[in-house]
């Protein structure tokens, strides 16, 4: 696991406060009867899906490394009627949530070696910082779900480590075997999904990551075969930084559009 001078050195980090009333990261053992019920920390996967809708590029993939736990762990137990569209009648399931969350996150990004014959162009690592922090303090580009779509999420800009969590000095827990996160085509250059896990320890309330490159290969699973999706202008579904609404934000803020122009640091 990286020691926590290693996470304090990378330097594209952002840092952010998530919060919401209910969040519901499921644990995949749980929903084979029909029913969910949430692991008690949020996964990599969440947290880097809450990181990309703040903001996102092809070209760049986001790495988590940390989360802090602000508030006490606690469950709630909901009565929730899916839609069936097998049976005549909708049947009854019990969704377990988490309740009253709230995670100091930091994360960097790399750039997405497997994209850059096609997105090189993008690869500007001030640009993309500059751009990710302000879309942190905006509250992020898209709306941010806390494990699935009922349980909204709320972003805010935070120093991490700031502030009183409920876990501080409270010493080591473990959680068994958890669901890292998803090994997709684009992001491994292998035309396989696969899925990641893992064995999280919360040490005074905060969970560093371990790297997807560093989980070994016996806590991997091979799902089914997949093709990475390709992006470009040719494509018609690319703009990378040079993107209208990017501009506009940054112009409408009285900096112009020099500021995205700054040179590379």
């Known amino acids: 696991m990286q020691g926590r001078d290693a996470v304090l050195k990378i330097r594209n980090q952002i840092e952010y406060c998530v919060s919401g ?3 519901l990261f499921s644990d995949p053992i749980a929903r084979m009867g029909g029913e969910k019920f949430s692991y008690m920390l949020p996964t990599y996967q969440a ?4 990181t990309e809708s703040i903001y996102w590029k092809p070209s760049i993939m986001w790495v988590v490394d940390e989360v802090r736990v602000i508030r006490p762990i606690r469950t709630e137990s909901k009565n929730i009627r899916p839609i069936s569209y097998v049976a005549p009648k909708n049947t009854l399931s019990v969704y377990t949530y988490l309740a009253d969350v709230s995670y100091q996150v930091r994360a960097h990004f790399i750039f997405n070696e497997n994209r850059r014959e096609d997105l090189g162009q993008d690869f500007n690592e001030h640009k993309h910082h500059n751009i990710s922090k302000r879309m942190v303090e905006k509250g992020g580009r898209r709306d941010v779900f806390l494990g699935t779509r009922e349980c909204q999420g709320y972003v805010e800009p935070c120093t991490f480590g700031e502030g ?3 876990y501080d000095g409270y010493g080591e827990l473990e959680f068994g075997v958890m669901f ?4 997709y085509p684009d992001e491994t250059g292998h035309d396989i999904l696969a899925a990641r896990f893992w064995r999280p320890k919360m040490v005074n309330g905060v969970v560093q990551f371990l790297p ?3 989980i ?3 806590m991997k699973r091979e799902i089914r075969p997949m093709k990475a999706k390709k992006f470009g202008k040719e494509l018609h579904n690319f703009s990378g930084l040079e993107e ?3 501009q506009q934000e940054f112009a409408g803020e009285g900096g112009g559009t020099n500021e995205l122009d700054a040179e590379i640091m």
């Open 21 to 23: 009333n209910y969040a």
């Open 47 to 50: 947290l880097k899906g809450i």
């Open 164 to 166: 009183e969590g409920y």
């Open 180 to 183: 890292h996160g998803f090994d």
């Open 212 to 214: 997807p490159e560093e």
């Open 216 to 218: 070994p290969d016996e």
């Open 244 to 246: 209208n609404v990017l």
